[in-house]
Structures are given as C-alpha cells and as structure tokens.
C-alpha cells in the first residue's frame, strides 16, 4: 500500500474512533455530527478554527435554504393535526366491514389503517401510535392473537417511511439531490408490496391457526358499507388531494403539503374537532419534529464535506474495488451494515451519517440513485422494529403495557418481511422505478 493509501486508512480509523467517542459521551445527533467533522478537520488537515468555521457556514446556507425543506414542516404539520383527532377510530370502523370476509378478519386494519394513514402523515412513529391506540387493545379484547396484534402495527408502522409523503424520503433527496417528486412515487409500489406481504402473512396464520383471528365479526350488510365509506373519507379525499398533485405534475412537493394542511384544517372543520389547543399542540409539534430534523441534515452536510475533504468515500471505494467485491456483494455488505446501525440508531441519523460514504459506491457500482432510495429506507425501517432504539416498540409499549422484549419478539416475522420485501425490489427493481419513470416531472 502506498503512502496516499496509508494515510487514507488512517484517517478513516482516527474519524470512525472520534464519531464513537461522541455518539457514545450520549451528545445530541446533530452536535455529534458537527463535532466529528470539525474535530476530524482540524487534527488531521490541520486546519485553523476560523477555516473550519468557514466552510461549516457555507454548508448550513446552501442546505437551510433549500427550497425542499420548506415540505418538512408543512408535512409533519398535516400529520399532527390528524394525530390529535378521532381518526383512528373512524379508520377501524371504517376498514372492519372490508376485512372481515379475509382470514385474520380484523387483524387486517393494522396493516391498511396503517397504509392509509401513513399516506398522510409522513410518520413511523405517528403511525405505530395513531393505529396503535385504538387496535392493539380491541383486537387483544376480542381474543385476537396478542402477538399478532402487537406485531402487525409495529411492523406496519415503518410504512409511515416508504409510502410517501415521507419525511426520510424527502432528508435523502436533499442530501444526494435527487426529486423528493420521483423518490415519493418510487416509494408507493414497494409500500404496497411490504402491506401485502404483511397482510399475506396474516392470512396464512389464520389458516394454519384459526383460533389466531378471535371473536368473528358480526355480519355487514350493504348500508354497513356504505356508512364505512363515511368513515373513510376523510383519509380517502386526502390522499389524492397530497399525492395525485405530486404524481400528475401539477404541484411541487411543498406545495402539495401545503395543500394537504389545508385539507387536514378543513377535515378538523368538518368533522367538529377544530379548537384552538389543537392547532397550538400540533404546531409545537411540528416545530420540534422539524428543528430535529433541519439540523441533522445540516449536520450531514458539513460531515459529507469534511469526508471529501479527508477522501474517506474514495479510499474506501478504493479498498472494495480492491476486493473486487460484485454489485450484490457490496449491496448485501451495505444491508448488514445498516441492520447493526439499526441497532443503536434511528432512521434519519443512520441515514445522514452513513451516505457520505455509501452513496459513492452505489453510483459508482452501477445502481440507480432512485431505486437505492427506497432500498435504504426499507433498511432503515428495519430500525423501527430492532431493540435497543427501535422506536416502534416503544410506542407499543406503552400502549399496551408489554416489556420491550415482549413486544420486540412479537414484531420479529415482520422485521424478516421486511428483509423478504428488500429482497424482491433488489431482484425486480422496476418495482421501485416503473412509477417515477412515468412521472411528467422528472
């Protein structure tokens, strides 16, 4: 190995024991990022403070004032706002007559409140908690199987990540600057895939067990039909009003989300739950939801520049052509690594952290920026099912009172669902990517 290599590795060994000293001193994401990347400047370019000082601040103008940001709070808004309504309830009444003629019979809405919802709130955690609250105690009251209960909303809920509009979409878009508009449609397929291969599952074991399904759901005539439809709407004529924009061409992302407040505010309106404390909480809520992230992404960006500046990506691409590993290899590789991630972080930092260096050495190996997309969001949902942090199964718990372990093992088939649903896009990526090509927006 020459030098220029040898010092390469060594500044890639110096960041990676850095990076552990300050996520693990339990210091916030977005200090931690910051740190690294200053520190690892400074002590191996030897670079003067205001240097440093001086490339941090062009990174957070160029990045604070991209346009795409400006969808985050708007988005994280819409679902707060209909977090804070009766819309679990009306999605449960609403979903029991379609589900009941399946084997599984209620355990069902799980999945497709969850699929619905998650198109209009951008949210795993929102998701999980909205459907959560209202199924897992009925369901487990009616003598539905527990951990099938418990275990189809968590892993049901990292839909809120790939079924657009998702925020971690839109975090990935911005940082590789790719179209949140293609990202969003590429995410739809794949989406309805994984809710199929969920509600698949449930099938099956209902079949194989059918005590698993509990007290059979009471007969449903054509008008119990038609009033579910009541129930639905609300979530019905939002979707189209959000996503059929971003999908025709019409709107932009942001201004889709602008659209979709609106919707929200008016379904407030309607349904007589517009008060004021509401609208104030939801606010906070998006307020906080968006400062996490808008300063993460920052973050990312001034340690993507620091990585360039010490050539980490390149050397590493460098040490894997070496090993002359195959596409699938490296993909394979990646998949591993971002499961252990899982296992100490959240989605949007395994995201912002890990790219720097991983999305080089997908372009370079060939795959589509677009596609990975949704391959990586698939892997980070993986996080929302893992102990320690996955934050699905707190919100589980303490919705149903369960230790973490219980809840963990009950969303374990899920998680392997979810590798079978990475799996299937990596053979049959058109799955990903027959949607965004269609897009008038490219």
């Known amino acids: 190995m020459d030098a220029g290599g040898t010092e390469a590795v060594v500044y890639v060994i110096v960041v990676l024991l850095i990076l552990a000293f300050f996520l693990g001193s339990g210091m916030w994401i977005f200090a931690g990022l910051l740190m690294v990347s200053a520190v690892s400047l400074m002590v191996l370019l030897d670079m003067s403070i205001f240097r440093v000082g001086s490339i941090l601040r062009g990174n957070m103008w160029a990045k604070a004032c991209s346009w795409e940001l400006a969808c985050i709070p708007l988005f994280v808004w819409m679902g707060e706002l209909l977090f804070r309504t009766d819309i679990?309830?009306?999605?449960?009444?609403?979903?029991r007559p379609w589900v009941s003629w399946l084997p599984g019979r209620l355990l069902h809405t799980n999945v497709f409140g969850c699929a619905l919802f998650a198109a209009v709130s951008g949210s795993s955690t929102a998701t999980t908690a909205t459907i959560g609250k209202i199924t897992t105690v009925t369901l487990i009251?009616?003598?539905?199987?527990?951990?099938?209960?418990?275990?189809?909303?968590?892993?049901?809920?990292?839909?809120?990540?790939?079924?657009?509009?998702?925020?971690?979409?839109?975090?990935?878009?911005?940082?590789?600057?790719?179209?949140?508009?293609r990202l969003f449609a590429a995410g739809l397929l794949p989406g309805l895939m994984v809710a199929g291969l969920y509600s698949a599952y449930i099938v099956i074991r209902a079949l194989m067990?059918?005590?698993?399904?509990?007290?059979?759901?009471?007969?449903?005539?054509?008008?119990?039909?038609l009033h579910s439809l009541a129930d639905l709407a609300p979530i019905l004529v939002l979707m189209p009003i959000v996503l059929g924009g971003i999908y025709s061409g019409i709107a932009t992302p942001t201004e889709a989300a602008a659209l979709g407040v609106f919707g929200a505010l008016l379904i407030l309106l309607l349904t007589g739950q517009f008060v004021w404390k509401i609208v104030f909480e939801s606010l906070m809520g998006a307020v906080r939801i968006t400062c996490m992230v808008v300063t993460i992404v920052v973050a990312a960006s001034f340690?993507?520049?620091?990585?360039?500046?010490?050539?980490?990506?390149?050397?590493?691409?460098a040490g894997i052509a070496y090993l002359e590993l195959g596409r699938y290899e490296l993909l394979f590789i990646l998949f591993l690594f971002y499961i252990v991630l899982g296992l100490f972080l959240e989605g949007i930092s395994i995201m912002v952290m890990s790219l720097p260096i991983t999305y080089p050495l997908i372009l370079e190996h060939g795959f589509d920026p677009i596609w990975f997309g949704v391959f990586l969001v698939i892997t980070v949902e993986l996080a929302q099912v893992t102990p320690p942090v996955g934050l699905n199964l707190y919100v589980l718990q303490g919705l149903t009172g369960r230790s973490i372990g219980h809840v963990a093992v009950a969303a374990f088939p899920f998680f392997l669902l979810l590798c079978l649903g990475a799996l299937i896009i990596t053979i049959f990526p058109e799955i990903a990517l027959w949607l965004p090509n269609q897009l008038i927006t490219k």
């Open 209 to 225: 067990n059918p005590n698993v399904a509990g007290i059979k759901d009471k007969s449903y005539t054509a008008r119990d039909f």
């Open 88 to 95: 679990s309830d009306r999605l449960f009444s609403g979903l």
């Open 303 to 317: 340690m993507s520049t620091a990585m360039g500046y010490l050539h980490v990506p390149q050397e590493i691409s």
């Open 141 to 181: 009251d009616r003598g539905y199987d527990e951990k099938l209960a418990i275990g189809s909303v968590a892993g049901a809920g990292t839909l809120g990540l790939l079924i657009p509009p998702s925020i971690v979409m839109i975090v990935y878009g911005i940082i590789v600057e790719q179209s949140v508009a």
